[in-house]
């Protein structure tokens, strides 16, 4: 089985590897599983901080050679590659920083002449990982899992094996030991063994749902530790005294970042009924005027091509049907007439209960607007899913506003404000979206033992 890298702007084939053999990755499993006592135990926090920091130098000195790296193999426009590089420097000095405080022992006031709460490395995690933010979502893993004294094992989206090679480098050049973190160059053909593997104490996957569940069945039936960040169809809901100005500037950026190829990318408009025709106009005004194709390597283009040719028939298929059951469409709905695996930006509205939109979850750049009679109609809209990532809210009542990001069944809401992920704030879903959480404190403290420990 061969690993391919293919610039899905033009098709070409960028370069091609060899997926390893059983007897590679066993070896390789066992070289890291052989590294966890030096790394954990004689390797001090401080040390292992100081690494992690010196990953974000070697990430801001490579950012043009990276970012390049990342929008030839998945398309992104350079602009939003150099953010993602930028971002990924970020989390390794946010963990670098806090990590030791995250991970103090907290004393505990008991019957014992001393109690504590430790928190103690599990060993060698898998990150089963995806294309759509190449390094963010590796790095959001391996900085906070490093400092806590675990070892990594990278199984990567296979059509970004370069950038998974990069990511590798990048730590080793920080001075991060070999084996503390490795990535298995291996189709998905090889996860289960991999889980099933008696060194891998743990998994984590960004993902679809269909391989969360297939990782966590794997994971269950060998007792092992899963956090599972999966799918999102988020609810973007705009009450008739928002800022709509704001909003619009926020759904255009929040559905197209990326090409619509995000987790947590605002899915689905709920729009109270007063504005809902006056909404759906300017957000066409702004989308149509906005997008433009291009090379994503050229920093004007506004318009880049989705990651594959296969997303982007199963997206389309999903409009079409919409369309079919009475949707109707706004603009777009076509792949472009040009070399590469472009899709007009696209926006459908009128949605009903009948259609794919209402229960499916649209990656890629389409939004779907959904009429709302009141507030709490537009939380049932949001609810209606069996996905539960993020969501937002906009309204002029931020009390009111506040009371319905309560109600909504997500891992976050954002008011008058784009869902996003950030460090210092936990993140992860509910309902099918996955469970666990990363970031913040939460996140490194996801594949720890905490252990109670009392003394008299």
């Known amino acids: 089985m061969a690993l391919e890298s293919i610039n899905p702007a033009t098709g070409e084939k960028l370069a091609e590897f060899e997926a390893w053999d059983q007897a590679t990755l066993d070896l390789a499993i066992k070289n890291a599983a052989g ?32 970012a390049e790296l990342i929008s030839l193999e998945m398309g992104k426009s350079i602009n939003e590659a150099k953010a993602e590089i930028e971002k990924s420097a970020w989390v390794c000095e946010f963990y670098a920083e806090h990590g030791p405080d995250f991970l103090a022992d907290e004393m505990i006031d008991t019957d014992a002449s001393k109690s504590y709460i430790c928190y103690q490395p599990m060993g060698v995690v898998l990150a089963v990982m995806p294309w759509n933010f ?78 969360g569940r297939k990782v966590a069945a794997i994971a269950g039936e060998e007792l092992k530790k899963t956090v599972l960040e999966l799918g999102g169809s988020d609810a973007f809901i705009v009450m008739n005294d928002a800022d709509i100005p704001a909003a619009i500037e926020a759904a255009v950026t929040s559905r197209y970042m990326n090409m619509g190829q995000s987790c947590i990318a605002a899915k689905r408009f709920i729009i109270d009924q ?29 318009l880049c091509p ?51 939109a209402y229960h499916e979850e649209f990656f890629g750049p389409v939004a779907l607007i959904f009429k709302a009679s009141e507030p709490a109609h537009a939380v049932g809209l949001a609810n209606a899913t069996q996905f539960g990532l993020g969501g937002s809210v906009w309204s002029g009542d931020p009390a009111t ?22 460090p210092r704030l936990p993140f992860g879903g509910v309902k099918n979206s996955g469970y666990g959480r990363e970031l913040s404190y939460h996140g490194i403290r996801e594949f720890t033992n905490v252990k109670s420990i009392w003394i008299r």
């Open 274 to 302: 007063f504005i809902y025709e006056d909404f759906i106009s300017k957000l066409k005004t702004a989308v149509e005027a906005k997008f433009v194709a291009g090379d994503p390597l050229d920093t004007a283009t506004t």
């Open 401 to 422: 506003a506040e009371t319905m990001a309560l109600r909504m069944e997500s891992g976050a809401c954002f008011v008058n404000g784009m869902t996003k992920s950030d």
């Open 134 to 211: 190449p390094f963010w979502q590796v790095f959001r893993f391996a900085a906070p899992a490093l400092i806590a004294g675990n070892i990594g094992l990278l199984k990567h989206a296979s059509n970004v094996p370069q950038c998974a090679q990069a990511i590798e480098r990048v730590l080793h050049q920080a001075g991060v030991p070999r084996h503390a973190f490795t990535n298995l160059m291996i189709g998905s053909d090889k996860v289960e063994s991999v889980i099933r593997n008696r060194y891998v104490r743990a998994v984590t996957l960004t993902g679809s749902e269909q391989a």
């Open 306 to 356: 989705m990651a594959r040719q296969d997303l982007l028939d199963e997206l389309h298929q999903q409009v079409q049907t919409c369309v079919d059951y009475g949707a109707r469409l706004v603009t777009g709905g076509y792949q472009l007439e040009r070399a590469g695996c472009y899709y007009a930006p696209t926006i459908l509205a009128d949605i009903s209960s009948a259609m794919p």
């Open 35 to 66: 590294e966890f006592l030096e790394w954990s135990q004689r390797t001090p926090m401080e040390t292992r901080c100081q690494l992690i920091k010196n990953a974000a130098e070697v990430l801001r000195e490579q950012q043009d050679e990276l």
